[in-house]
């Protein structure tokens, strides 16, 4: 589980007074992505209304860490996953937009709102469960204790990855339960695919490729790595894979148009043919570790207080490779380059990966 961390003391009485000006963040273009972004920083939940330059926290507290956002299909509520700072297990919080006060619905994590807004999956201790975020009624969804990442589609099904660290690959259920079917997983061996992302339409996919032999951060990957576990990816008929990004995190904007992918370095705003819309980059230490993105008004970020955060907007050069084939990777000693920020798309039938 994320590290949690205490607000830094100067972010922590900018909160408490109310008094800082807004954050200035870079304008998108004009015909941009629009909605509501909702983000977890190292410091807590952030929403932004696009186009737009403020970005505002959300209403948390110094004894706890709230991040993996989720918002429901309506955008009337927000979900996260709260975990107070060495007290106990984390939380599913849901809160009511605009003004809710947050309140605990089930003991988990990875929050994902069904299609009607009724219900949130969830990473449980005994697997993929739902709850009522009304009457908090409990389900059982698998029974996996290394079920992880549910996204709920538009036509009931959910998704979610199985394995330590995705090496079981991404695998689907029917909304009411039932046996979990593959859906992506790699034939390349130590490559996870985690962090399923439906489109709103239900209709296409977007996952992360991670090495399930390790941690990410602890051990840097050959040049190229990406390209290839991309290539190494395989899919189930009716499965259609939109994005794979490189270790980060894919949310689709509300009209399935664009998508919004996360690296621990910012924001990339991406069409669904790879065309760079903008980017949003952060100067934090760790840097953005989720994403929602909401096609209701900046009703989020109205209930945060405005800080004077500064976040920094890099647009370094970009650089495209297409991927090997799945054995083309030679044996022996391998060049290792930095932790590679990458995502990859389909282009005229072939996989493309774009580094930012």
């Known amino acids: 589980m994320p590290g949690a961390r205490r607000l830094s003391g100067?972010?922590?009485?900018?909160?408490?007074?109310?008094?800082?000006?807004?954050?200035?963040?870079?304008?998108?273009?004009?015909?941009?992505p629009t909605g509501t972004l909702v983000v977890?920083?190292?410091?807590?939940?952030?929403?932004?209304?696009?186009?737009?330059?403020?970005?505002?926290?959300?209403?948390?507290?110094?004894e706890a860490v709230d991040e993996e956002p989720a918002l429901s299909p309506a955008g009337d509520q927000l979900a996260f996953t709260r975990t107070s700072?060495?007290?106990?297990?984390?939380?599913?919080m849901v809160r009511a937009l605009p003004s809710g006060a947050a309140r605990q619905v089930a003991v988990g994590r990875t929050p994902a709102f069904a299609p009607s807004g009724a219900e949130v999956a969830y990473e449980g201790e005994g697997g993929i469960r739902a709850v009522d975020?009304?009457?908090?009624?409990?389900?059982?969804?698998?029974?996996?204790?290394?079920d992880r990442d549910p996204a709920w589609a538009a036509g009931g099904g959910v998704a979610f990855a199985r394995g330590a660290r995705g090496a079981d690959g991404v695998l689907t259920i029917p909304a009411a339960g039932g046996v979990p079917r593959r859906a992506v997983w790699s034939v390349r061996r130590g490559v996870g695919v985690v962090r399923p992302a439906w489109s709103p339409d239900g209709r296409r996919l977007a996952v992360a490729v991670v090495d399930a032999r390790t941690e990410e951060a602890r051990r840097p990957r050959p040049a190229g790595w990406c390209a290839r576990s991309t290539s190494s990816l395989r899919t189930a008929p009716g499965i259609s894979l939109a994005f794979v990004a490189c270790g980060g995190r894919v949310a689709w904007s509300p009209d399935g148009r664009s998508a919004a992918v996360r690296s621990p370095r910012g924001l990339a705003f991406l069409t669904s043919r790879g065309r760079r819309l903008g980017t949003i980059c952060d100067t934090g230490s760790v840097g953005v570790t989720g994403l929602a993105w909401g096609g209701a008004p900046v009703a989020a970020a109205a209930a945060g207080r405005e800080t004077d955060r500064p976040f920094r907007c890099e647009t370094p050069a970009t650089r495209r490779t297409t991927p090997r084939r799945p054995g083309a990777m030679r044996d022996?000693?391998?060049?290792?380059?930095?932790?590679?920020?990458?995502?990859?798309?389909?282009?005229?039938?072939?996989?493309?990966?774009?580094?930012?």
């Open 133 to 146: 975020v009304v009457t908090g009624a409990g389900r059982e969804l698998t029974a996996g204790t290394a």
């Open 10 to 32: 100067w972010i922590a009485t900018t909160l408490i007074a109310g008094l800082a000006a807004p954050v200035a963040a870079p304008a998108l273009a004009a015909g941009g």
């Open 40 to 62: 977890a920083h190292e410091e807590g939940l952030w929403a932004m209304g696009l186009p737009g330059r403020t970005l505002r926290a959300l209403p948390g507290t110094d």
């Open 85 to 92: 700072i060495g007290l106990g297990p984390a939380r599913i």
């Open 332 to 356: 022996g000693p391998q060049h290792y380059a930095r932790p590679q920020r990458q995502v990859c798309f389909r282009k005229r039938g072939k996989w493309v990966c774009v580094t930012y």
